[in-house]
């Protein structure tokens, strides 16, 4: 996931004029606040990327992201968990 330009004028939404930086940092929140512990079930299928941690409970193992296409997921060792 990357994040856009903070553009430099107001934004409309449904006649309300609200700050750019407004969606800027709402976006930032979600990408630092999204999930990082839970079963393999519920691994996360949006927003990845190499590197991407998460710690699965079902293993209870931290993984990461090794390729997205196919997505692989790798234990410490390297080895797809």
């Known amino acids: 996931m990357s994040l856009p330009p903070?553009?430099?004028?107001m934004i409309s939404r449904n006649g309300i004029?609200?700050?750019?930086?407004?969606?800027?940092f709402s976006q930032l929140y979600a990408f630092?606040?999204?999930?990082?512990s839970g079963a393999t079930a519920a691994?996360?299928?949006?927003?990845?990327?190499v590197g991407r941690y998460y710690y699965?409970?079902?293993l209870s193992i931290p993984v990461w992201?090794?390729?997205l296409n196919p997505t692989v997921?790798?234990?410490?060792?390297?080895?797809?968990a």
């Open 6 to 9: 903070v553009p430099g004028q």
């Open 17 to 24: 004029l609200t700050p750019p930086w407004l969606s800027w």
């Open 32 to 36: 630092l606040t999204q999930t990082v």
């Open 43 to 49: 691994r996360p299928t949006t927003n990845l990327y």
């Open 56 to 58: 699965d409970t079902t």
């Open 65 to 67: 992201v090794a390729s």
């Open 73 to 80: 997921w790798v234990n410490s060792s390297g080895t797809p």
